[in-house]
């Protein structure tokens, strides 16, 4: 069973960063599949970025690679997500997730993300 927490939330203006942890607790975190999700008010939760137990493969959501980046930290049992560039179309509670241990299928296949975290809640003010 994988327990997830998530911090670094919290208000910023348009063009500033932030970046989110995740911290997980459990099994060995390489054998999981991670990914941040987000949920604005009235819209469905997205995946905005993913990557593999090894870090060998992320997947981006859109062009937001430009300005994201997901990294982790399997001996720290850690997922980080670096914003950049934010703006008011980025406020959302971001979720951490993780996939079901050793999946290797593709980490867009947002069913497959078994472990949620609460969520932090990140505001962008114009």
């Known amino acids: 069973q994988v327990q997830l927490v998530e911090s670094g939330g919290g208000m910023v203006q348009a063009g500033d960063s932030l970046r989110l942890s995740c911290a997980a607790s459990g099994p060995t975190m390489i054998r999981y599949g991670m990914a941040w999700f987000r949920q604005a008010p009235g819209k469905e939760r997205e995946l905005v970025a993913a990557?593999?137990?090894?870090?060998?493969?992320?997947y981006f959501k859109d062009a937001m690679e430009a300005r994201f980046t997901i990294s982790r930290d399997n001996a720290r049992s850690r997922l980080y997500l670096q914003m950049n560039t934010l703006s008011p179309e980025d406020t959302a509670v971001y979720y951490c997730?993780?996939?079901?241990?050793?999946?290797?299928?593709?980490?867009?296949?947002?069913?497959?993300?078994?472990?949620w975290g609460q969520g932090t809640q990140v505001t962008v003010s114009s």
């Open positions: 990557i593999s137990g090894s870090s060998f493969t992320t």
């Open positions: 997730a993780a996939t079901r241990p050793y999946y290797r299928g593709p980490l867009a296949s947002t069913t497959e993300y078994a472990y």
